[in-house]
């Protein structure tokens, strides 16, 4: 038999012409990488003990600078040859092997000769699509430097303000030595961007025009803006982000699922759902599907999501019943819920007796929005969704409470219903300190409460609450009588995940090639769990195949860890449990371990909040660190992160002990809570310093039990999952000796 050409395998209909934006993202792209590409090499510079390479990266991981110095020359600009095959058709690999990757579901386009199918320096997936809908908004770099020029006024409608964007236009954007400035500057700066990282208020808009270097204002909607915007001409440039759409997703695909910079984009292009519903995507619905190991895969899964399922498939494939069977206390009154909503229905039980409302709290990702659709799928009623989020997002006071009010009211009027409400956290507290934002809180807060008294008076009517940090939440939401019941919800433990797997699986797949899927997907969201089942499901009846370990974990995203990655992991990981474990015996309630992170879900070590809890806790959370240190001899920067990484909440703890608790550096004198952004030099020195304090007793408790460390972190790595008894069984005791001879430090 003749062996088909590689021209025969390539789609006949020429590709779609490049859109205008196309080059201009791709010049971003080149400079993110090579910021990308300087932190790579600095990290392999500090492992081997370059201690100028460790000082750079504690300045950029402290955040006191932008994006990491270059340690290399400039990347060249990539060859012409190598921009002729990226855009166009032509094969780059022997006729045998592009059959052999497409036999085995592989994309021969982004197939490097080395064998290869990603970028040598991976992005973030959401920076790559994101830096894409800019570039396709802006369109080129003619345009976007216009926005560069003093004076301009630049708005971007739809674009959400952040810090992270900040970092991104420094990073990818911005000419070299330019810097983004959240608030307007004090003094005439060339070379700067204001650039807000939260929405604006009319006076600090007012700041801004006050300085002449340039604006650029990201508004989510149309109606935030400022209303001086709206007096007249003012000479801005509006424009819109460009939604998400097949060019954008290819762009970010050829980046992103590609060691070549090209992807089957004809197959691809066939496979995407159209530019509408792709426009509508949820951001934790795009990670998923991008999750995918090739382009044509990220595209069948948006598909499936885009597509209504028939209602026999829907049934079968249903989530409520699989979330439901876990063995949480927050299933099981879930579990309850249903029961009795159904005996209310049928008349055998007034409503009057039955538990009518659930606030759960856990950490992000640990299944609570999952949890509450499947009670509303499982109790056969409407669900209705409600969010803070949301609802401040509407604009100021009277339209964030008249946006919560409508909500109210539309969950009442579809009785019997779910109404799940989500990020309760968000309304804040009456008594957080926050004297600038007191009224606003207070007036939140008690619509907020008047809302639910008004609720509890509708029957059928099953209220679910969620947060991520119930202690922010005020006292009177968590008082008896608001909510009936209030649990935690852990991320579901490895035979948790066994359950969800064994209701689609049970008859598929031998027991133990589902018990070994179940530990390699400890740390997977419910959410996605259930998502691959369907997606792998409904590939495998597409495609007339059985289903096969090979495909489910294609669709969970659990590519061959990376064992040194899974290590550090661990160790960081282990670190948190055995310091917590020694210092506060008890107070580890589970470790899990993913091939991407990790957690240790822990009681509140607090209960007097003395000097010495708070330094404990301390040391608690610069552990993680301190593990990596000892062991490997480097840090990574698994300890930073979001607001509750444990850099910020060690950072967040020092400062209160100083201003809010009377504990620290200003004796008996309450100041309020610390705004990061104006922070003295003092208190910039003061968290240095202590946050080094920490790390070094942190180093000391973890050396005294090195070969302890060392075991729990191998079981963690063999069983991704450590519950508190067998942590107990490998500390075998307290460090009372140790933990009494470190220094408590008052300075």
Not at 37 to 55: P, S, Y
């Amino acid at each position: 038999m003749t062996q088909p050409s590689p021209q025969s395998l390539l789609p006949k209909k020429k590709s779609a012409k490049r859109p205008q934006w196309w080059a201009f993202a791709h010049s971003c792209i080149t400079r993110l990488r090579a910021a990308q590409a300087d932190i790579v090499d600095l990290e392999r510079h500090a492992k081997a003990g370059d201690t100028a390479a460790v000082d750079t990266l504690l300045i950029y991981e402290g955040g006191d600078s932008p994006k990491p110095p270059s340690r290399s020359a400039s990347s060249a600009a990539p060859s012409a040859a190598k921009s002729m095959l990226r855009a166009t058709n032509a094969p780059h690999l022997p006729p045998e092997e592009w059959s052999a990757i497409s036999a085995v579901g592989g994309d021969p386009f982004a197939t490097s000769e080395d064998g290869s199918n990603r970028p040598s320096v991976a992005l973030p997936q959401q920076d790559v699509i994101l830096l894409a809908r800019l570039a396709a908004t802006f369109r080129n770099a003619e345009n976007w430097e216009a926005c560069l020029q003093s004076g301009a006024l630049t708005i971007v409608v739809g674009l959400e303000p952040s810090f992270r964007l900040g970092q991104l236009l420094t990073g990818a954007m911005l000419p070299e030595g330019w810097s983004t400035h959240s608030r307007a500057p004090r003094s005439t700066l060339a070379q700067v961007l204001q650039l807000p990282d939260k929405p604006v208020m009319e006076k600090d808009f007012e700041q801004f025009l006050h300085n002449p270097a340039p604006i650029l204002l990201p508004v989510q909607r149309q109606e935030h803006l400022p209303a001086l915007l709206g007096t007249g001409e003012t000479g801005a440039r509006v424009f819109a982000l460009q939604n998400l759409n097949a060019d954008i997703l290819l762009f970010a695909l050829s980046i992103s699922h590609s060691a070549t910079g090209r992807v089957d984009e004809a197959n691809v292009r066939t496979l995407l759902p159209a530019d509408e519903y792709l426009a509508t995507l949820e951001a934790g619905q795009l990670a998923f599907a991008c999750r995918a190991p090739t382009a044509r895969d990220v595209a069948e899964r948006l598909a499936l999501m885009t597509k209504e399922a028939p209602d026999g498939e829907s049934k079968r494939l249903g989530s409520g019943s699989a979330i439901i069977d876990g063995t949480t206390p927050a299933h099981d009154a879930v579990r309850n819920l249903v029961e009795d909503l159904a005996a209310w229905r049928a008349g055998e039980l007034q409503w009057s007796e039955m538990s009518r409302s659930l606030l759960i709290h856990g950490a992000p990702g640990s299944g609570k929005t999952y949890l509450a659709r499947g009670l509303a799928e499982a109790a056969g009623v409407a669900l209705v969704e409600g969010s803070f989020a949301d609802w401040q997002a509407a604009g100021h006071l009277g339209q964030m409470l008249a946006a919560m009010s409508k909500c109210f009211e539309e969950a009442s009027a579809k009785a019997p219903c779910v109404f799940f409400i989500d990020e309760i956290d968000a309304a804040g507290s009456r008594f957080s300190g926050d004297l600038h934002g007191k009224t606003y809180h207070t007036q939140v807060v008690n619509g907020f409460l008047q809302q639910i008294d008004r609720l509890a008076r509708t029957p059928g009517l099953i209220l679910v609450g969620a947060c991520n940090r119930i202690s922010q939440l005020d006292p009177a939401i968590t008082r008896p009588g608001r909510f009936d019941q209030i649990l935690r919800m852990p991320l579901p433990s490895i035979a948790d995940i066994r359950r969800i797997l064994d209701k689609v699986l049970a008859d598929k797949l031998p027991e133990d090639e589902i018990s070994s899927l179940a530990r390699a997907a400890s740390g997977n969201p419910p959410a996605e769990l259930d998502a691959a089942l369907r997606a792998a499901t409904a590939e495998a009846r597409r495609r007339r195949r059985l289903m096969s370990p090979e495909l489910l974990r294609r669709h969970l995203g659990l590519d061959q860890p990376n064992p040194d990655l899974l290590r550090r992991i661990a160790i960081h990981e282990s670190g948190h449990a055995l310091a917590a474990e020694l210092l506060v015996p008890g107070s580890v309630i589970k470790l899990s371990l993913s091939n991407k992170d990790g957690r240790t879900e822990r009681c509140s070590t607090f209960g007097e909040l003395t000097v010495q809890q708070i330094e404990n806790e301390l040391l608690i959370l610069m552990s993680g660190r301190a593990a990596e240190r000892l062991m490997l001899g480097t840090i990574s920067g698994g300890a930073g992160g979001d607001r509750e990484s444990d850099l910020a909440l060690a950072t967040g703890l020092i400062l209160k002990m100083d201003r809010e608790l009377g504990l620290g550096r200003n004796g008996h004198g309450w100041l309020g809570p610390a705004d990061m952004h104006k922070l003295t030099e003092e208190e910039k020195r003061r968290i240095h310093t202590k946050l080094g304090q920490a790390e070094k007793k942190a180093y000391a408790l973890l050396g005294s039990r090195r070969d302890t460390l060392v075991n729990i972190s191998n079981d963690l790595v063999q069983c991704r999952e450590m519950n508190a008894s067998t942590l107990a069984q490998w500390v075998g005791g307290t460090a009372s000796v140790i933990v009494s001879s470190l220094p408590v430090d008052t300075e």
